[in-house]
């Protein structure tokens, strides 16, 4: 089954401390759950935020990173 992604906006790559690289976007909802989310994909891992500020593109790599990990 494939997924269509509808990234809504800019995306923006950041280099954790660790050294992952991390393609963040925000997406709109998909077919079974319409919330739009901030994605934080790397090559082995995805993460969904789904409570994330309008303007999450202005903050610095650091917040960014912190908000990956808010539940």
Do not use: K
Request: with cysteine.
């Amino acid at each position: 089954m494939v997924i269509e992604r509808q990234i809504a906006g800019a995306a923006r790559r950041v280099v954790a401390p660790d050294g992952t690289h991390w393609l963040v976007y925000e997406l709109s909802g998909v077919y079974y759950d319409r919330r739009r989310s901030l994605v934080f994909e790397s090559e082995t891992t995805m993460r969904r935020v789904r409570c994330f500020p309008d303007d999450w593109a202005l903050l610095s790599n650091d917040e960014l990173l912190a908000l990956s990990w808010s539940a």
